[in-house]
């Protein structure tokens, strides 16, 4: 229950848009054994790099598309196999970059894979094609090590600029909220589902 309330505390201090939403449940991931032990290795030597505890990895959220309605309940926990299931398919083998701009088509920083500390913010990307009455959101561990904070944008990116890890984007120029692009699949992975209403 206190990781719960830690997590729950976290959606709502983080969601800065109007109308405010509340989690339901919240389901912790354990990601397969393959992408554990690249995201270990790759945050292990990002560490050894820069030198920043744990690679600076943070908490970040991630809205994306749900074609089903795994999660809503204690029931509800298989993954299911349409294609256009994005949470299935970071659930089942988390984030893959190839898989980056499906929905948006549009990257205001190149193709990477987006998260942002603001909740509400990454709300904006969750769709709902399964038919369920609650939102699903991703709340993920990402290795940001050496961050360039960028403000104007730029879509031409495929990875960040040299001698840096990872881009955030700051709010101020281009962007009314936080982003925080990285650009190896290694460099993230999904922690926790939260169910919420909005």
């Not at 509400?120 to 050496?146: F, I, R």
């Not at 700051?170 to 589902?193: S, T, W």
């Amino acid at each position: 229950m206190a990781i719960f309330r830690a997590i729950s505390k976290f959606f709502k201090d983080q969601w800065k848009h109007p109308t405010p939403s509340t989690p339901t449940i919240i389901w912790k991931i354990y990601c397969d054994r393959a992408h554990e032990a690249e995201f270990s290795k790759y945050r292990h030597a990002i560490h050894r790099k820069t030198h920043y505890p744990s690679g600076n990895s943070k908490r970040r959220w991630h809205g994306t598309i749900r074609a089903c309605t795994i999660g809503d309940s204690e029931g509800q926990t298989d993954f299911c196999e349409d294609d256009d299931c994005s949470l299935c398919s970071i659930i089942r083998t988390s984030f893959r970059i190839a898989k980056a701009k499906r929905r948006t088509n549009f990257g205001r920083f190149g193709a990477g894979i987006y998260t942002s500390a603001t909740s509400s913010k990454a709300h904006a990307y969750v769709a709902e094609k399964g038919g369920s009455p609650y939102k699903a959101m991703l709340l993920n561990d990402v290795v940001l090590g050496k961050p360039i904070k960028l403000k104007k944008t730029d879509t031409s990116l495929t990875e960040p600029p040299e001698d840096y890890d990872s881009v955030i984007g700051e709010p101020g120029g281009d962007l009314n909220y936080d982003e925080a692009i990285v650009y190896k699949n290694e460099a993230i992975r999904p922690l926790f589902l939260v169910i919420y209403r909005h």
